[in-house]
């Protein structure tokens, strides 16, 4: 669908790193979920993170905008640094940084209230809009961006849980992009859609790269080959291997990695 | 290829489908029997439920209406010793209770000396007199004119008229009557028919009553003998014997009189015809016949001797205009002499007697007259302790809901403070009631027996239940809407406040009105606190002394008016309207804004 090998080539050329990783850790209480991560994260670029089921790729992405805080046996350790800050810094609010780094969930999660409301919120919360007006052009803005606007331009009184699964998960999508993130967080935003949902939510994310940088969680193979320019493969905490997506499906210097590709272990 | 397949011919494990095998047979049975002790369960609780609500409506009939007596009578300025331009403190103080009384001891002129004269004012409630008051005080220029002012009859009138001493029989009569007087006032009453054999049979039937209480007494005379006996043939000295022995001849004596007395009842009762003598223990027999009533002291078949209750036109002669009336209980069982039926009926038949709707129980509020007192105090009582727990209990319990739900870390303390939420409400109500004792009134002052006192109590007890329908309601709120709250930056409180709390609401409410339903019918703790007190008075705010229904309705129990037990079961039935319609409410929120997740 996508020619991965020319948008990466392109891509990682200009681009900078957004986030640097450096021996990260992550504790479940006794379990050590994360295990000496380092991976510097490049801006406007597609990230994918791949691994068997457990493997730590969802905890990973949760400690960059510190949404694991809200798990209280969760420790992390480590640098992490999105643009040059450090995201654990005592003095660093995890909502000023979740505004920066937004975040889309695996299942659908709407809250139950209008489409306008659900886009709305987040702009409202952190004041960026002054009048109803502002915001009326920033959940317009949010909505195209999230290609929803045409679908529910006539209806955004209805409830957001009205929607169908993968415009709610769009919807979502537009929630996230409407406080201005620069960083975009999507654990298996496809995985409770369908085909045609998941090529819609494919395109967007390809949409979405010239804005932002997005860092991907999927179980899919093909959907990481289809949207990242880079791909991480993680498995049991440790993070295997991370390169141009098409050096990995195409050329993995792991064992592990190719195993895992090419369907031997997962 | 599997073996089932290989082998078709083979008997198959499970028998045919259609012939069902003994082990599926006894299944069935066993899942019957189940659904019957099912059916059977319910039908049973569903009759003990229509028993309780059916007897507690047909009692609360007797308190929905009231009796009203609209004799006319003249505010005469002499007797009330005020004129119209008196001042208004004056006319109120006037003695109209007096006035009432002279009016209806008038009426009947037969009711002469005290016990009588106490009788006929009996008939109409003491607060008929303020009503009347103040009527007056409003309206001065009724001074010295004839009025007719509905007077609110006694609870004994009330009940009378409820039928709740029996009923007033009218026996059909052939005869005609024949009533001479004589000098003693005694009345010689005489029928045409026998019209008074049925009434004597009723009458003599209670001799056989007398009769078996004779022979009781006469057995254990009997048991006497056989000891005296036993101890006479058990005595040492000849003296001891002899003493004895005159003590059984003593005794034997005695049981002779009493069978030879019961035996003579026996043939009396036995007899078809002969006299009776009427007293308190027996039906009463009643004439109305020459504009009054007369009461049977004696009967005979035909006849007998009687007393005039109220005015009669003497003598009576061959008259086929009269009615025999007869009571279905005996005048020492009611509250209402033969003298006050006659009274009553009299007025009745004069139109002077309303029933109408009894307002008064909505309107009022307590009184130490069960004809006069009302649910108002109560229910305003109840209403204003409802406020305060409430505003206490609301607020406090979502909070605490939230804080431990949301923000508590969980640790060994949390839990701890957790399991003893769930333990609070299992605590007994009263303890909360020494609780609020000890506490609230001792250590803090608050007034006894006010709703504020009350509230208080009922916040704790109400707490427990709020706070866990409350946290079962936020739990229910899937993680997901707040990850997505906090995924585009909001704060936890933000996430709490504008999409937990939200969505639980109707959980909390749910519970906040269940628990709410539970304090409104709580007696026991507002007992320890004084709200049990008498109060006539409306509470006007959360600070004045009250009493709310269900301490009410245990106080209206406790009295032995019927009319308090009326009024309390027809209170138990507001009471019961408001716990439903708050169940009701409960459930409609739960059905139109529960959401599934």
Known sequence: MYDTSKTADSATEQMSTKFHCADVQVFYGETHAIKDVNVDIQDKTVTAFIGPSGCGKST???CLNRMNDTIDVARVQGTILLDGEDVYDARVDPVQLRAKVGMVFQKPNPFPKSIYENVAYGPKIHGMARNKADLDVIVERALRRAALWDEVKDRLDASGTGLSGGQQQRLCIARAVA????????????????????????????????????????????????VSQKTAFFHLGNLVEYDDTSKIFTNPEDPRTESYITGRIG | MTDAAAQPSAAPAHGSLAGASNRLRQRRRAQTRLKAYGIAAIAFALLALATLVGSVVVKATGALTNTHFTYEMTLSTEALGVT???????????????????????????????TARREVDALVSNGAQFQLAQHVVENPELLGQSVTYPLIASDRTDYYFQGGYGDLLTPEVAGRLTVTGSEDGTLDIRSSEEDFAEALQTVKQSLYGDADRLRE??????????????????????????????????????????????EALEE????????????????????????????????????GEGV??????????????????????????????????????????????ERDFNTRFFTAADSRAPELAGIRGALVGSFWTMMVTFALAFPIGVLAAIYLEEFAPKNRFTNFIEVNINNLAAVPSIVYGLLGLAVFINVFGVPRSAPLAGGLVLTLMTLPTIIIAARAAIKAVPPSIREAAL??????????????????????????????????????????????AFIVETPSGITDSATVLPVQIFRWYDFPEPGFEARAAAAICVLLTFLIAMNALAIFLRKRFERRW
Do not use: C
């Open chain 2, 487 to 532: 995924g585009v930056g909001a704060s936890k409180m933000q996430a709490s406040f504008h999409h937990v709390l939200p969505l639980a609401m109707p959980g909390i409410l749910t519970g906040t009105i269940i628990g709410m339903a539970q304090a409104l019918g709580e007696t026991a703790p507002l007992i320890m606190i004084g709200m049990v």
């Open chain 2, 217 to 262: 007494q006469a057995a254990r005379q009997q048991n006497a003998v056989r000891v005296y006996g036993e101890r006479a043939a058990a005595a040492e000295t000849e003296e001891a014997r002899e003493a004895q022995l005159e003590r059984q001849a003593q005794a034997e004596a005695k049981r002779d009189d009493l069978l030879a007395e019961a």
């Open chain 1, 60 to 62: 990973f992405l949760r």
């Open chain 2, 84 to 114: 119209p331009e008196s001042p208004p403190e004056e006319i109120l103080r006037a003695p109209y209770g007096d006035l009432i009384d002279e009016a209806l001891e008038a009426r009947f002129p037969l009711a002469t000396g005290r």
């Open chain 2, 268 to 303: 009396r009762a036995a007899a078809d015809a002969g006299t009776e003598p009427l007293d308190a223990e027996n039906i009463s027999l009643l004439i109305e016949a020459g504009g009054g009533w007369i009461k049977m002291t004696e009967v005979n078949r035909s006849g």
């Open chain 1, 179 to 226: 406080t201005e993130p620069e960083v975009l967080l999507m654990d298996e935003p496809a995985s409770a859609l369908d085909p045609i949902a998941t090529s819609q939510i494919e395109e967007l994310i390809d949409e979405l790269r010239q804005n932002y940088a997005v860092v991907i969680v999927t179980h899919s193979m093909q959907q990481a080959a289809r």
């Open chain 2, 308 to 353: 005039a209750l109220t005015e009669v036109d003497l003598p009576i002669e061959t008259s086929a205009d009269w009615r025999f009336r007869t009571t279905t209980l005996p005048e020492g069982s009611r509250r209402v002499s033969d003298r006050q039926i006659a009274w009553l009926e009299t007025l009745k038949a004069e139109g002077a007697v």
